[in-house]
């Protein structure tokens, strides 16, 4: 199973950025996949996740600007960061919670990471 990142960079305050992520692999489930962040020195955090039910759940820092979503085949994962700040700049990590060929009771996945980066 790989969760593979793409659209992080820099960007001034105010801007936006799109992350997407997919997984690929010998899935029998996803049950959620979204998004974490992590300043160096801190704990990794939840920014946003999506269900497979479409339920969807956003950290109270980004809620009204960031938004999560899936592509139909839901193994792709976006999320679009709008009005950003500095307070944004992290390490953007994917996450999914799936069931697999490798791990039939369920387990977590992370992707490598990509870094958003927030200046004037």
């Known amino acids: 199973v790989q969760l593979v990142e793409s659209g992080g960079g820099s960007v001034q305050p105010g801007g936006s950025l799109r992350l997407s992520c997919t997984v690929s692999g010998s899935i029998f489930r996803l049950n959620s996949m979204g998004w974490y962040r992590q300043v160096s020195g801190k704990q990794r955090e939840l920014v946003a996740d999506?269900?497979?039910?479409?339920?969807?759940n956003y950290a109270d820092s980004v809620r009204g600007r960031f938004f999560i979503s899936t592509d139909n085949a839901k193994t792709t994962v976006y999320l679009q960061m709008n009005t950003l700040a500095p307070d944004d700049t992290a390490v953007y990590y994917c996450?999914?919670?799936?069931?697999?060929?490798?791990?039939?009771?369920?387990?977590?996945?992370w992707g490598k990471g990509t870094l958003v980066t927030v200046s004037s």
């Open positions: 996450h999914a919670y799936l069931y697999s060929a490798l791990s039939p009771g369920g387990m977590d996945y």
């Open positions: 999506a269900t497979g039910d479409g339920s969807t």
